[in-house]
């Protein structure tokens, strides 16, 4: 059976110091009271019951706390940009040469957007990515109102009385052919 790497002197007591600190996050917390519980003595199995963490999560904790140091503890987790058409920065980029092109009175298509998109990133992106970029940029699909905003329903209604109608049928003809 394998030697069990132990952990350095003063663990218990560090971890019980990040647990004083109100500002962790639950799962930052869950990390620390993992690593405090493993210092203390406890079995993998134990400390996935009282954690609620599979034992396999428990052995990943000790490798990245014994590997990284603390720092591990106190990271966001999983989460990240892994699949990114383009940085944020290229992302802002992108938008703001099409917002200045706007601004100049030009059309800005999504068409267009799409085309520079796959030149930038060198291969095709769906238009969901597009999409999900320029709304991330404040962008949004910009639709024609459905009423103007000074039109008056009475003036409308009287105009429609008042006025000849061009589709009336045409006259009855009078005499004989």
Known sequence: MATSIQFPKGTVERMDE?????GLSARERERVRTIRLLALGWKAQDVAEAVGLS???VYRRKAEFLGEGESALLTDGWGGRRHAALT??????FVAHFEQAAREGQMVTASAMAAELAKRRG???SAATLYRILARHGWRKVVPRPRHP???PDRQEAFKETSRRSCAPPAPATGAR
């Open 150 to 152: 000074q039109a008056d």
């Open 55 to 57: 034992r396999s999560s």
């Open 18 to 22: 990040l647990l004083a600190d109100r």
């Open 123 to 125: 291969k095709p992106a």
């Open 88 to 93: 944020r920065a290229e992302e802002a980029d």
